[in-house]
């Protein structure tokens, strides 16, 4: 066999390699990395610093891919030299490895501008995991910092900075944003998103220094301005990383020169991915590099024959809410341009059409045709025909008629070049249902990811058991897990429902991200939020259940199942009152009084004078409870104490879905605490803690959370895994389904096992949402609008 | 047919719907920010009251089964493939005031 030498662990190199092993084995691989990682997807550094993924996430090849390819792995070791005679390479620790074969896949390096003080402490780079791992040690509230480069790159760090709660600063040499990118129109309106996510943009301006004592304090500019900075990224651009090359004595210009085969000069040497220079152009994308891998595979195993003519550039700004992308030759010169802006929704388009084909184009502010474009792009389509629709397409009714416009040609993954044929063909052949499935048998989707929600839409519509997957999206309208949405409305401190969808989804919302979304800004801003109920089920905008035939049903609160005669007397005039058609004790211990009019419920509440049962929501429903140790001769605790109790912490708050609890006084379990939410059962000298039972459409016995001595210690751990079902759970997740699929264990961990701190934010954040809270049927006297309850009388009414 | 004055514009918050007894008859009329629109409130699956839906862009959902009604045509753009649709009402504002034809 003989023994291939790759000198880069990075997407380029790997990819290329996994492109080898598609071809007959013949070589023995050798792989060196200068990082301590695995291969990792480099694109997706800014998600990880924006905390959209973590590091894990970004992984594409794990060590166990590297064993079971059987190649040898050499991390954290920088090949210093590369001798061509003798065909060897020599580590920075010592090594020298003899290859028949070498492939250099270097990538490229920062450029470092001249600059003085690049070497102070504070300053950093963004081309590593190491580099996001420092800056994320180091971003915070309260930091100054300033990014040098208002590229793709540089533009990313600083929105990631941002999220992380720097005050940031960007500082462009260009008078145009991404001005590779994009013309000074696009790059203006670029500014004017930044500008309004909270990041200032000096333009034109050049840096002259960091300066500090050590560490860096401050940016100067050449007109003289200091600018405060505790953290500076320096993002000005990257050089391919040649050295090797010239060392080896390989043919280098800009980068190493490749020809349309990917050979070197060397016909032992051959060079893959961002070092590269081919027909002229440098590549810093990664759809170039895999395609450039599909060739030099084919070459370096004697199957030469496919050739690389050079890529079609494309390139999409990552950043959540700025939608930036621009392909091919926007410039206007021999072409026509064709343009589209408003100003006020912050939208650019120009397409630059060429000899009647698309030749470039740029969007900012709306990307939904990328794909269609990069089709036009790549085939040439000659456009004559569409020339007066080149902008608004047809609007389609449906993502499966998207799906079914495409040709089966068209490039669904421009990262690595997946066809929507190919994706069917998957999909038919290997039984694909996933996205997981898909990426695994195409690769699809694993590069910068802008395709994914493309993927799923042909998943859906072709796929014959389609599932989505673990990490699931809220919906449509707001394509993000609700781990993720949680995540975004902290860090980006939104507080409406309206601002949400305006920003992350289609600015419109429909009856299941509105309420979704609604629970999660009254939960994470503790009822500090901007309530909009037009976003809520008409339940939580009258505070009632509605019934088939409109009316309402109206379940006072009777804490722990315990009343009185008075309550009940009113409870019984009432229903003589308002003719309530029905009058019903419920399972819940409560009284239900069913077909009330909503124009009658402020009246009904205000004759009942008892708070909200909450029965018509995703909230605190009720505790149920035995007669404890009062009358029962069994009782070993007072459990109607302790249920009411348990009732008064939680109610009136909302929950990710309804929370029904009881308690009981022994073990006989009387009031079925075991099949509850959360239940305390009691028993001699203590109390059992136990959470996520379940006996409605599933019936499943609740896990023991703990075993406590006190009341008091039932209750606060109650209370923790209350607080922590509200913040963890999704929106209309039982406990049940909860604690099944986080596990017990971990629930425990999280709760009442965990530290003090975790502990004391559970109960503060707890006691905030309640102190914000208060009975609904309040506002049976204050309404939040004058027609919250009563339906429009017309000022007019017809002559009879 | 003739334009009948219903109520101030604020008195239907954005983004939801409010009922109004025309000539008998229970309307459902939403305010879209933008616009006003609209229809018989009464839901072509089972009756369900519309003006307690929640607005999806310029359709609403019914609060009873999820049936999704689009209030400009009034045609049911969900479950898909059936053919009931709910009448619509034009609308005009005047001086402040929704105006319905019916």
Same mark, same amino acid.
Request: one cysteine or more.
């Given at each position: 066999?003989?023994?291939?030498?790759?000198?880069?662990?990075?997407?380029?190199?790997?990819?290329?390699?996994?492109?080898?092993?598609?071809?007959?084995?013949?070589?023995?691989?050798?792989?060196?990395?200068?990082?301590?990682?695995?291969?990792?997807?480099?694109?997706?550094?800014?998600?990880?610093?924006?905390?959209?993924?973590?590091?894990?996430?970004?992984?594409?090849?794990?060590?166990?891919?590297?064993?079971?390819?059987?190649?040898?792995?050499?991390?954290? !070791?920088?090949?210093?030299?590369?001798?061509?005679?003798?065909?060897?390479?020599?580590?920075?620790?010592?090594?020298?490895?003899?290859?028949?074969?070498?492939?250099?896949?270097?990538?490229?390096? +920062?450029?470092?501008? =001249?600059?003085?003080?690049?070497?102070?402490?504070?300053?950093?780079?963004?081309?590593?995991?190491?580099?996001?791992?420092?800056?994320?040690?180091?971003?915070?509230?309260?930091?100054?910092?300033? !990014?040098?480069?208002?590229?793709?790159?540089?533009?990313?760090?600083?929105?990631?900075?941002? !999220?992380?709660?720097?005050?940031?600063?960007?500082?462009?040499?260009?008078?145009?944003?991404?001005?590779?990118?994009?013309?000074?129109?696009?790059?203006?309106?670029?500014?004017?998103?930044?500008?309004?996510?909270?990041?200032?943009?000096?333009?034109?301006?050049?840096?002259?220094?960091?300066?500090?004592?050590?560490?860096?304090?401050?940016?100067?500019?050449?007109?003289?301005?200091?600018?405060? +900075?505790?953290?500076?990224?320096?993002?000005?651009?990257?050089?391919?990383?040649?050295?090797?090359?010239?060392?080896?004595?390989?043919?280098?210009?800009?980068?190493?020169?490749?020809?349309?085969?990917?050979?070197?000069?060397?016909?032992?040497?051959?060079?893959?991915?961002?070092?590269? %220079?081919?027909?002229?152009?440098?590549?810093?994308?990664?759809?170039?590099?895999?395609?450039?891998?599909?060739?030099?595979?084919?070459?370096?195993?004697?199957?030469?024959? =496919?050739?690389?003519?050079?890529?079609?550039?494309?390139?999409?700004?990552?950043?959540?809410?700025?939608?930036?992308?621009?392909?091919?030759?926007?410039?206007?010169?021999?072409?026509?341009?064709?343009?589209?802006?408003?100003?006020?929704?912050?939208?650019?388009?120009?397409?630059?059409?060429?000899?009647?084909?698309?030749?470039?184009?740029?969007?900012?502010?709306?990307?939904?045709?990328?794909?269609?474009?990069?089709?036009?792009?790549?085939?040439?389509?000659?456009?004559?025909?569409?020339?007066?629709?080149?902008?608004? =397409?047809?609007?389609?009714?449906?993502?499966?008629?998207?799906?079914?416009?495409?040709?089966?040609?068209?490039?669904?993954?421009?990262?690595?070049?997946?066809?929507?044929?190919?994706?069917?063909?998957?999909?038919?052949?290997?039984?694909?249902?996933?996205?997981?499935?898909?990426?695994?048998?195409?690769?699809?989707?694993?590069?910068?990811?802008?395709?994914?929600?493309?993927?799923?839409?042909?998943?859906?519509? &072709?796929?014959?058991?389609?599932?989505?997957?673990?990490?699931?999206?809220?919906?449509?309208?707001?394509?993000?897990?609700?781990?993720?949405?949680?995540?975004?409305?902290?860090?980006?401190?939104?507080?409406? &429902?309206?601002?949400?969808?305006?920003?992350?989804?289609?600015?419109?919302?429909?009856?299941?991200?509105?309420?979704?979304?609604?629970?999660?800004?009254?939960?994470?801003?503790?009822?500090?939020?901007?309530?909009?109920?037009?976003?809520?089920?008409?339940?939580?905008?009258?505070?009632?259940?509605?019934?088939?035939?409109?009316?309402?049903?109206?379940?006072?609160?009777?804490?722990?199942? &315990?009343?009185?005669?008075?309550?009940?007397?009113?409870?019984?005039?009432?229903?003589?009152?308002?003719?309530?058609?029905?009058?019903?004790?419920?399972?819940?211990?409560?009284?239900?009084?069913?077909?009330?009019?909503?124009?009658?419920?402020?009246?009904?509440?205000?004759?009942?004078?008892?708070?909200?049962?909450?029965?018509?929501?995703?909230?605190?429903?009720?505790?149920?409870?035995?007669?404890?140790?009062?009358?029962?001769?069994?009782?070993?605790?007072?459990?109607?104490?302790?249920?009411?109790?348990?009732?008064?912490?939680?109610?009136?708050?909302?929950?990710?879905?309804?929370?029904?609890?009881?308690?009981?006084?022994?073990?006989?379990?009387?009031?079925?605490?075991?099949?509850?939410?959360?239940?305390?059962?009691?028993?001699?000298?203590?109390?059992?803690?136990?959470?996520?039972?379940?006996?409605?459409?599933?019936?499943?016995?609740?896990?023991?959370?703990?075993?406590?001595?006190?009341?008091?210690?039932?209750?606060?751990?109650?209370?923790?895994?209350?607080?922590?079902?509200? %913040?963890?759970?999704?929106?209309?997740?039982?406990?049940?389904?909860?604690?099944?699929?986080?596990?017990?264990?971990?629930?425990?961990?999280?709760?009442?096992?965990?530290? %003090?701190?975790?502990?004391?934010?559970?109960?503060?954040?707890?006691?905030?949402?309640? +102190?914000?809270?208060?009975? +609904?049927?309040?506002?049976?006297?204050?309404?939040?609008?004058?027609?919250?309850?009563? =339906?429009?009388?017309?000022?007019?009414?017809?002559?009879? | 047919?003739?334009?009948?004055?219903?109520?101030?514009?604020?008195?239907?918050?954005?983004?939801?719907?409010?009922?109004?007894?025309?000539?008998?008859?229970?309307?459902?009329?939403?305010?879209?920010?933008?616009?006003?629109?609209?229809?018989?409130?009464?839901?072509?699956?089972?009756?369900?009251?519309?003006?307690?839906?929640?607005?999806?862009?310029?359709?609403?959902?019914?609060?009873?089964?999820?049936?999704?009604?689009?209030?400009?045509?009034?045609?049911?753009?969900?479950?898909?493939?059936?053919?009931?649709?709910?009448?619509?009402?034009?609308?005009?504002?005047?001086?402040?005031?929704?105006?319905?034809?019916?």
């Amino acid at each position: 066999m003989k023994r291939l030498v790759v000198v880069g662990n990075g997407m380029a190199g790997v990819a290329c390699v996994e492109q080898i092993l598609k071809h007959s084995p013949q070589f023995a691989i050798t792989v060196f990395g200068d990082e301590t990682h695995v291969n990792y997807n480099r694109i997706l550094l800014s998600s990880v610093l924006a905390g959209e993924r973590s590091a894990d996430e970004i992984t594409l090849n794990t060590l166990e891919w590297y064993q079971n390819n059987d190649i040898r792995l050499r991390l954290g !070791v920088r090949v210093v030299d590369v001798n061509s005679e003798l065909k060897t390479v020599s580590g920075d620790d010592g090594s020298v490895t003899e290859y028949d074969t070498l492939l250099l896949a270097t990538g490229s390096s +920062a450029f470092k501008p =001249p600059i003085e003080g690049l070497e102070r402490d504070g300053v950093f780079a963004f081309r590593t995991l190491d580099d996001t791992r420092q800056l994320l040690d180091r971003a915070g509230p309260g930091v100054n910092a300033v !990014v040098i480069g208002g590229g793709l790159l540089g533009l990313e760090a600083a929105r990631g900075l941002q !999220v992380r709660g720097c005050q940031v600063t960007v500082v462009h040499l260009m008078a145009t944003l991404m001005e590779r990118q994009l013309d000074p129109d696009g790059g203006s309106y670029l500014a004017g998103k930044m500008e309004d996510l909270g990041i200032r943009v000096l333009l034109g301006r050049s840096t002259t220094a960091i300066v500090g004592n050590g560490h860096a304090e401050g940016v100067a500019l050449e007109d003289g301005t200091i600018l405060e +900075a505790d953290l500076v990224v320096v993002a000005a651009g990257i050089r391919p990383n040649v050295e090797l090359a010239y060392r080896a004595g390989v043919r280098v210009n800009r980068g190493i020169v490749v020809n349309d085969w990917m050979e070197t000069s060397d016909p032992d040497i051959f060079a893959v991915g961002e070092c590269v %220079e081919h027909r002229g152009t440098c590549y810093g994308l990664v759809a170039p590099l895999l395609e450039q891998g599909k060739v030099l595979a084919a070459t370096i195993t004697g199957n030469k024959g =496919p050739i690389y003519t050079g890529t079609v550039q494309a390139a999409k700004l990552k950043i959540m809410g700025v939608d930036v992308f621009s392909a091919g030759d926007w410039s206007e010169q021999h072409a026509e341009p064709v343009r589209y802006e408003d100003r006020a929704l912050g939208i650019y388009k120009k397409l630059t059409v060429r000899d009647g084909k698309l030749a470039g184009a740029i969007l900012v502010g709306d990307t939904s045709d990328s794909h269609r474009y990069m089709d036009w792009l790549r085939s040439g389509t000659d456009l004559t025909a569409q020339r007066r629709h080149l902008l608004f =397409p047809p609007p389609a009714s449906d993502a499966g008629l998207d799906i079914a416009q495409m040709s089966e040609g068209a490039t669904i993954c421009g990262c690595v070049g997946v066809t929507k044929g190919a994706i069917i063909a998957a999909i038919h052949d290997k039984g694909v249902n996933t996205l997981s499935q898909l990426k695994d048998a195409t690769r699809a989707s694993t590069g910068c990811g802008s395709c994914t929600s493309l993927c799923q839409d042909i998943l859906r519509a &072709v796929a014959p058991d389609f599932e989505e997957d673990g990490r699931k999206v809220l919906c449509g309208c707001v394509p993000f897990s609700q781990d993720n949405l949680r995540e975004i409305l902290r860090s980006q401190r939104l507080k409406s &429902v309206q601002e949400v969808l305006a920003i992350y989804g289609n600015g419109l919302g429909c009856e299941v991200c509105k309420p979704a979304l609604s629970y999660m800004l009254d939960m994470i801003w503790c009822g500090d939020h901007d309530e909009d109920r037009s976003a809520r089920f008409i339940n939580d905008r009258v505070h009632a259940n509605i019934q088939k035939d409109g009316t309402f049903s109206v379940v006072p609160r009777i804490r722990g199942g &315990v009343t009185s005669p008075a309550e009940l007397r009113r409870i019984a005039d009432v229903a003589d009152k308002y003719h309530v058609p029905m009058v019903k004790i419920t399972g819940s211990q409560r009284i239900d009084l069913l077909g009330i009019r909503k124009e009658d419920l402020p009246r009904v509440w205000a004759d009942l004078g008892m708070p909200s049962g909450q029965a018509y929501t995703k909230g605190v429903r009720m505790v149920k409870t035995c007669v404890g140790t009062d009358f029962c001769r069994f009782g070993t605790q007072d459990s109607t104490s302790a249920g009411i109790e348990m009732e008064r912490r939680f109610e009136h708050l909302y929950t990710p879905h309804k929370v029904k609890m009881a308690s009981v006084g022994c073990p006989r379990n009387c009031a079925e605490a075991t099949v509850k939410d959360i239940g305390l059962v009691g028993q001699e000298g203590g109390w059992q803690v136990v959470v996520g039972g379940a006996a409605g459409k599933s019936v499943r016995k609740a896990d023991l959370l703990i075993t406590v001595e006190t009341t008091e210690a039932a209750l606060e751990a109650a209370e923790l895994f209350f607080q922590y079902y509200r %913040e963890h759970a999704n929106y209309l997740e039982r406990t049940y389904d909860f604690v099944e699929r986080l596990g017990i264990d971990r629930v425990r961990k999280d709760t009442v096992y965990a530290p %003090e701190s975790a502990r004391a934010g559970l109960l503060e954040r707890l006691q905030k949402s309640k +102190a914000a809270s208060h009975d +609904a049927w309040l506002e049976g006297q204050s309404p939040v609008n004058p027609t919250q309850f009563i =339906p429009l009388l017309p000022i007019e009414s017809l002559p009879s | 047919m003739r334009w009948i004055r219903i109520a101030p514009c604020e008195s239907i918050p954005s983004r939801e719907g409010r009922a109004a007894l025309v000539e008998g008859r229970e309307i459902a009329i939403f305010n879209l920010g933008d616009r006003f629109l609209a229809v018989d409130n009464r839901c072509p699956h089972q009756s369900g009251p519309l003006c307690d839906g929640i607005v999806a862009g310029d359709a609403v959902v019914c609060p009873l089964h999820a049936w999704k009604v689009n209030l400009e045509t009034g045609a049911v753009a969900r479950p898909v493939n059936q053919n009931d649709c709910v009448r619509t009402y034009a609308t005009r504002v005047d001086a402040g005031v929704i105006l319905v034809e019916a």
